[in-house]
């Protein structure tokens, strides 16, 4: 059973455009919901995180939109470059609970120059 | 190097054999994740311990898989008689106090030929 779910599952976006990752959740009980970002053959870093008691955060270029109602979070990318280009996953964890990490499919982003 | 590490990168076994993984989980952080990526799929949990125990496995095959994180040394994943289906990526993350921070290692990709 899928308990992240992301879409789409690729992107491709022209240079300085603004990429947009949707995630949606069904276990209230997540109370983390952090971002990843993965290159060809490396391991997945940890880029922005969120808790629902905040609609927004930004961390530089990446920002994140959250709606706890809709039980959905999201992942803009600012001013976007070709060095973006790469995998996105979003996640979600209960920080109290059990601490596994559950993933999103993931979206291979591609930015175009 | 404080980041996670993980050895060997690249692990090739014929079915039937064994596959041991490392992780050395970043310096300060005494809880250890295990994760699997098998090819265009995000990453699953598999096993979460600290030191001298296995916190919760749930996400780990009842059979021929098992893990460790000895009071001294590295976490280990063992896989006993590897088939094909076992090959993926496999991936390391450790955390601190705060559990839900999880930064992971670069991975060990095992083939099983």
């Known amino acids: 059973q899928q308990q992240v779910k992301q879409s789409p599952q690729s992107l491709i976006v022209q240079k300085g455009g603004i990429p947009i990752i949707n995630c949606a959740y069904e276990?209230?009980?997540?109370?983390?919901f952090p971002w990843y970002q993965q290159f060809p053959g490396k391991g997945p870093a940890l880029l922005i995180a969120?808790?629902?008691?905040?609609s927004e955060k930004k961390e530089g270029r990446f920002t994140i939109s959250f709606n706890k109602s809709a039980k959905q979070f999201s992942l803009h990318i600012m001013d976007s470059q070709p060095g973006d280009s790469a995998t996105y996953f979003c996640?979600?964890?209960?920080?109290?609970?059990?601490?596994?990490?559950?993933f999103g499919q993931g979206t291979r982003l591609t930015i175009n120059p | 190097n404080a980041g996670v590490m993980q050895n060997p990168r690249h692990l090739v076994r014929r079915r039937g054999q064994e596959a041991r993984l490392r992780c050395s989980p970043m310096?300060?952080?005494?809880?250890v994740y295990w994760y699997r990526q098998l090819p265009e799929e995000g990453l699953k949990f598999m096993v979460y311990?600290?030191?001298?125990?296995?916190?919760?496995e749930s996400g780990m095959p009842k059979e021929r898989f098992s893990a460790e994180f000895p009071k001294e040394g590295p976490s280990i994943l063992r896989i006993q008689q590897v088939v094909r289906g076992d090959s993926a990526a496999y991936f390391c993350?450790?955390?601190?106090?705060?559990?839900?921070?999880?930064?992971f290692g670069p991975g060990t990709r095992l083939t099983v030929t």
């Open positions: 993350a450790s955390s601190g106090l705060a559990g839900h921070e999880q930064y």
């Open positions: 276990n209230t009980a997540f109370d983390y």
């Open positions: 969120i808790r629902p008691d905040v």
């Open positions: 996640a979600a964890i209960e920080a109290q609970g059990a601490q596994k990490l559950v």
């Open positions: 310096k300060g952080h005494s809880h």
């Open positions: 311990l600290q030191k001298e125990n296995i916190i919760d």
